[in-house]
């Protein structure tokens, strides 16, 4: 049988209970059933560089440009 990823509030209270996370990966091999924590990756926000994802330019440069704007605007 193929591995799946459960939720663990469809499992029984007295296994639910016992596990710390919020999805099990479950494997059946030769009548053995394997119930594992699933870790899943948060998403990881450290490779953007300020307001723009193709990092041209930063936060704080944005900020400087708008400054200078309102400025010249006055």
Do not use: C, W
């Not at 639910?16 to 009548?31: A, D, L, P, Q, Y």
Request: glycine share 4%; no cysteine; charged share 30%.
């Amino acid at each position: 049988m193929a591995e799946m990823v459960l939720d663990t509030q469809t499992l029984p209270e007295t296994v639910f209970s016992r596990i710390h996370t919020r999805k099990v990966t479950f494997f059946e091999e030769n009548g053995t059933i394997t119930l594992t924590p699933f870790y899943e990756e948060k998403p990881r926000f450290d490779h953007l560089v300020g307001m723009f994802s193709d990092g041209k330019i930063s936060v704080d440069d944005f900020l400087n440009e708008k400054e200078k704007e309102m400025e010249l605007e006055l």
